[in-house]
């Protein structure tokens, strides 16, 4: 079996996959931890998915919080006995990267790429809707070409929360109409309409660059709380790059 993690800004997701089945996904917010206690974090967890450590064989981890990767890497060595594959933007993903700078490149951004390939083809775009909104391009060569990048839903209600003392925090449900008859109603029409708005019109702008009709899927925490109103989206795909950090370990092991 594989352990696979994900390590962002706001959440670190876990999985196990027995061969290409995710058996089990955690979510925990991404905080600073001894290796000790993530270790024994792992443990436990494993053992509520019914897993023994013995049964875990591999892990691989992409990461863009920096700080964070050592104890993560630290704690799956030591308590599970295993080398971690660790993902960057350096590691051979089996596709191009057209990016000017291809050390800029966020490692979970040619991750989702990896699957979506996998899972779709291509010409394909991802949306990830984490702690930042990313739209990644893939030609129909499998090219990474690059994309945009913007704030996410939970940033800009935290930024307008802290800069608008009255409005009320809100959760991210789906108002009944667009005009919204209260503060509550206005703010997730806002949030949920506006991003939808957005991330519709960045598609649409690179779609007419690229010169084709491109399939747009999403990925991310508020992925699901934003594709039912947007107007391009096509699918949502929770625990892509979770299926990318597998598809890359076993490229890096020779077992595709």
């Not at 991404?30 to 064989?57: F, K, M, Q, W």
């Not at 990461?63 to 594959?85: F, H, M, T």
């Not at 990016?99 to 775009?125: C, K, M, Q, T």
């Not at 409005?167 to 206005?186: A, C, M, Q, Y």
Request: hydrophobic share 45%.
């Amino acid at each position: 079996m594989l352990l696979v993690v994900d390590i962002g800004n706001t959440n670190t997701v876990l999985g196990i996959f027995d061969g290409r089945e995710l058996i089990r996904h955690w979510r925990l917010i991404s905080e600073r931890h001894t290796s000790d206690e993530l270790g024994i974090y792992l443990l436990n967890l494993i053992s509520l998915a019914g897993v023994t450590p013995a049964e875990i064989s591999g892990a691989a981890l992409c990461s863009v919080v920096p700080p964070l990767d050592a104890p993560w890497e630290e704690g799956i060595r030591r308590y599970l006995s295993v080398e971690c594959l660790k993902v960057t933007n350096r590691t051979n993903i089996g596709i191009p990267v057209l990016y000017e700078n291809p050390s800029e490149v966020g490692a979970d951004r040619l991750v989702n790429a990896v699957a979506g390939i996998e899972r779709f083809g291509s010409p394909l775009l991802v949306v990830d809707f984490g702690t930042a909104i990313t739209i990644d391009a893939i030609s129909t060569r499998g090219e990474y070409l690059g994309g945009s990048i913007a704030p996410g839903l939970v940033v800009s209600m935290e930024a307008l929360f802290g800069k608008a003392a009255r409005l009320p925090k809100v959760s991210f449900d789906l108002p009944e109409k667009v005009i919204g008859r209260n503060t509550r109603d206005s703010m997730q029409s806002g949030f949920l309409y506006g991003f939808a708005g957005m991330v519709d019109s960045l598609v649409e702008r690179i779609r007419e660059e690229m010169g084709e009709e491109v399939r747009a899927i999403a990925t991310g925490g508020q992925a699901e709380a934003v594709a039912p109103v947007s107007r391009t989206i096509s699918s949502v795909e929770p625990w892509l790059t979770l299926e990318g950090l597998r598809l890359i370990y076993e490229m890096d092991r020779g077992e595709n």
